[in-house]
């Protein structure tokens, strides 16, 4: 049954392309995080190593006792910037592949009704690399707008959070519309701008509704991921603060916050690359409803067949 094709073709109202969503998620699941980890498996090492700079760092400045034999608090500044750069530098990295390879993985699964090759989806990446390089850094100018837009409207009391949130959904679903756009047909740039916003705009209640729900029952999801770390960590730290164990200096301890925190930071990379698949339904869901492309193709293969 795992091999189960799921159309996402199709004029569902707003409840079944939620469900449609989640269908896609059943009967793909395995397939898709298996290929997703294969594309992302240098991003995870390099975010573990992001990871254990930064907590090696805020726990050398908790105890001014630096594993290697360095004191000076300046040495624990110095990995502390170093992890955050990294970090960051890692995080726009592996956002960059995510919303590559989720839009490419679908535009495949919908073409080839469900059969998915990894060096396809690698094939429309490579094809499509301008669009999505000159993409990313239109939404960093994006999002740097929204960020001073959010600070203007958090001085206005509730109306000022719902501006902020509307906001937020409306922005990602733009961008996530727009970059499926890119994929569905290997548009350009300009091109994919235009459908991504006529689509927004065009559905602005079902996007906004569709984004808030996504990201309630993804961040469910994300939860539900590290709450398994989470437990361990939070069992170890209290056993070891009853066991007056030196948390700041303990080898040990760095190597599960190291790993608790790096588990934390890919559950909500993978969450962002699952919200892309379902801005990736919604766009056949929008393109469908407006284009009835798929709807008139079945009614003249019935025709021809008869």
């Known amino acids: 049954m795992n091999n189960a094709y799921i159309e996402l073709r199709n004029r569902n109202d707003f409840g079944d392309t939620i469900n449609t969503y989640f269908l896609f998620l059943k009967y793909n699941f395995k397939k898709y995080t298996s290929l997703y980890l294969r594309y992302n498996a240098i991003s995870i090492i390099l975010l573990i190593i992001a990871s254990y700079l930064l907590v090696?760092?805020?726990?050398?400045?908790?105890?001014?006792?630096?594993?290697f034999g360095m004191t000076n608090g300046g040495d624990q500044n110095i990995y502390l910037i170093i992890g955050a750069v990294f970090l960051a530098l890692i995080i726009f990295v592996t956002t960059l592949i995510n919303y590559s390879f989720s839009s490419s993985y679908m535009a495949e699964y919908v073409k080839n009704t469900g059969q998915v090759e990894s060096k396809n989806v690698w094939q429309n990446i490579k094809i499509n690399l301008g669009p999505i390089i000159?993409?990313?850094f239109l939404g960093i100018?994006?999002?740097?707008?929204?960020?001073?837009?959010?600070?203007?409207?958090?001085?206005?009391?509730?109306?000022?959070m719902l501006v902020q949130y509307g906001l937020s959904f409306l922005l990602a679903a733009f961008f996530g519309l727009s970059f499926m756009a890119i994929f569905s047909e290997n548009k350009g740039l300009t091109n994919a701008l235009s459908e991504g916003l006529t689509f927004?705009?065009?559905?602005?209640?079902?996007?906004?509704?569709?984004?808030?729900?996504?990201?309630?029952?993804?961040?469910?999801?994300?939860m539900l991921i590290i709450s398994i770390p989470g437990f361990?960590?939070?069992?170890?730290?209290?056993?070891?603060?009853?066991?007056?164990?030196?948390?700041?200096?303990?080898?040990?301890?760095?190597?599960?916050?190291?790993?608790?925190?790096?588990?934390f930071?890919?559950?909500?990379i993978y969450s962002q690359a699952l919200s892309q698949i379902a801005y990736s339904v919604l766009y056949y869901n929008i393109?469908?409803?407006?284009?009835?492309?798929?709807?008139?193709?079945?009614?003249?293969?019935i025709g021809i067949n008869e």
């Open 141 to 160: 100018g994006l999002y740097i707008g929204y960020f001073i837009v959010s600070i203007i409207f958090a001085f206005i009391p509730l109306i000022g």
């Open 232 to 263: 361990i960590i939070g069992i170890y730290v209290y056993f070891s603060l009853e066991s007056h164990v030196d948390l700041a200096t303990n080898v040990f301890a760095s190597l599960v916050f190291t790993l608790g925190f790096a588990m």
């Open 200 to 222: 927004t705009f065009s559905s602005f209640g079902k996007v906004i509704l569709f984004g808030l729900v996504i990201g309630i029952l993804n961040l469910m999801i994300t």
């Open 56 to 67: 090696t760092g805020f726990m050398g400045l908790a105890s001014r006792d630096f594993r």
């Open 134 to 136: 000159l993409f990313i």
């Open 265 to 268: 930071l890919l559950a909500f």
């Open 287 to 301: 393109f469908e409803e407006k284009n009835n492309i798929f709807l008139k193709n079945k009614i003249e293969q």
